[in-house]
């Protein structure tokens, strides 16, 4: 099915076809409010009144947004999905890692990113061809797997950063690692953190707030953390991820992106760090790994931009639980259940974390 596009105003372009940005240059980036959000506050800001009425018209015609998942993700038959659909894509893999990441995808984030890169991009192109986005956005490594989908990357050349991606994170740190708080808000996380020198490093949900930093802190975290009455969960990674321990690798890894060639995209990308359209994604990408990942503030930005309809592509359902957290009822649809299904909300001890 073909879905016919309305014309877009005289003083806007779709954002599926305008920069990096989604976005004309010199107009404001924060999609439209809904009713209840107050002014001046990130996200939930107003934006330019010609472009609320563009965007509006535009997302008459498309008001899909797909989702991206990073680390934490992983499926039992990921690999065959990924043997299925994209062939091609799984030898490039073997060959750029070295040997089968899926093999040992749980023993490091080396092995885990491609991993889970492969199986994203084979869970978007098995889509329908009616589906047609207005929007996505990756959480963490999911952004290069939506950078690719928007066609701002070849496929070939974000595999490739993925590859190196995962490569410099574990080597950049070997003392570091994560530590769920699961109930605490962000003043508590905040809280947390500063009293034991950790990070706030990804922000997923209410009640789910991740942080970062040397494993020796961590027993005071846990401490002040009971406290306050939240519990702490030691997250199973080689690494403080999207902390400053992971500085080492935001040179090279903006070194190879200055080597790739980046595309107009397809379709608006939102970048979660910014929980805003991607502006510049090669330095984005790469402060990002230093820089917490605002997932809860992203999601809840392309709610209020109006999409009535997430798919999430890759493998799980992870994100999709959050979105229940983020928004009560969103359904989010997964490769897993079937595209038109929803997922059913899982409960919280089931739930795992994610986090690069």
């Keep these: 099915m073909v879905v016919a596009r309305a014309p877009a105003p005289k003083e806007f372009k779709d954002p599926r076809r305008t920069g990096f ?97 492969c199986a994203s991009i084979a869970g978007w192109r098995g889509l329908p061809g009616d589906v047609e986005p207005a929007f996505a956005a990756g959480h963490s490594l999911g952004e290069l797997a939506a950078l690719a989908a928007a066609g701002v990357l070849t496929v070939d050349d974000a595999l490739e950063l993925v590859v190196l991606r995962g490569r410099l994170m574990a080597e950049a740190d070997d003392r570091g690692s994560m530590l769920a708080l699961v109930g605490a808000d962000d003043a508590e996380a905040r809280q947390v953190a500063e009293a034991a020198e950790l990070t706030v490093a990804n922000d997923n949900a209410p009640g789910q707030i991740v942080l970062a930093g040397d494993k020796a802190s961590f027993d005071r975290a846990e401490a002040v953390a009971g406290e306050l009455g939240k519990r702490a969960i030691r997250l199973p990674v080689a690494g403080a991820f999207h902390s400053p321990s992971m500085a080492p690798a935001v040179a090279p890894f903006r070194a190879a992106l200055d080597d790739v060639e980046l595309h107009e995209p397809r379709f608006t990308v939102f970048s979660c760090a910014s929980a805003q359209p991607f502006a510049d994604p090669r330095d984005e990408l790469a402060r990002a790994l230093i820089r917490p990942v605002r997932w809860r503030e992203t999601f809840t930005a392309l709610h209020d931009a109006g999409t009535t309809r997430f798919i999430e592509v890759g493998p799980g359902k992870v994100l999709a639980r959050l979105a229940k957290r983020i928004v009560a009822g969103t359904k989010v649809e997964t490769p897993a259940l079937g595209v038109g299904e929803a997922t059913p909300v899982a409960s919280e001890a089931r739930e795992k974390p994610v986090n690069a």
Aim: hydrophobic share 35%; glycine share 10%; with cysteine.
């Design 21 to 117: 940005a989604g976005v004309p240059r010199g107009a404001s980036a924060h999609p439209p409010p809904r009713a209840g959000h107050p002014p001046g506050r990130g996200v939930g800001a107003p934006a330019d009144p010609e472009f609320v009425r563009a965007a509006n018209k535009v997302l008459s015609v498309s008001s899909v947004t797909l989702l991206f998942p990073g680390q934490g993700s992983q499926t039992p038959e990921m690999r065959d999905l990924v043997a299925q659909r994209c062939p091609e894509l799984l030898e490039r893999c073997l060959e750029l890692v070295g040997e089968d990441p899926f093999a040992r995808v749980e023993e490091s984030t080396r092995f885990q990113q491609p991993a889970i890169f």
